[in-house]
Nanobody, 122 residues
Framework: QVQLVESGGGLVQPGGSLRLSCAAS????????IGWFRQAPGKEREGISC????????YYADSVKGRFTISLDNAKNTMYLQMNSLKPEDTAVYYC???????????????WGKGTLVTVSS
């Protein structure tokens, strides 16, 4: 069964850090683009980070650039999102996603996790 499972969300104070994990099963993660998205309450889902398989290039949304880092551990078939200097506006459900034949990230990716909630609050 092809699936992605996120973990690592939770409650953190402003300025704190969290590392989200996204474990893949049933397929090899990283053959095509992998990405992280988030959806805050009352807002549309936004793409925040992506790695393209072809050249390893990374993308970060301006809202997280310099604070978040995406990575892939091929041995563990798991991708990560290291989140530092968290702000209240980072509160959202975070989703990982990949695609079975396209090497770019967008909302049309064909494999998604169910999400993990990150709450940044004092």
């Amino acid at each position: 069964q092809v699936q992605l499972v996120e973990s690592g969300g939770g409650l953190v104070q402003p300025g704190g850090s969290l590392r989200l994990s996204c474990a893949a099963s049933g397929f090899t993660l990283g053959n095509y683009a992998i990405g992280w998205f988030r959806q805050a309450p009352g807002k549309e889902r936004e793409g925040i980070s992506c790695i393209r398989s072809s050249d390893g290039s990374t993308y970060y949304a301006d809202s997280v650039k310099g604070r978040f880092t995406i990575s892939l551990d091929n041995a563990k078939n798991t991708m990560y999102l290291q989140m530092n200097s968290l702000k209240p506006e980072d509160t959202a459900v975070y989703y990982c996603a990949t695609d079975s034949f396209r090497d770019f990230c967008d909302h049309g990716m064909d494999t998604w996790g169910k999400g993990t909630l990150v709450t940044v609050s004092s």
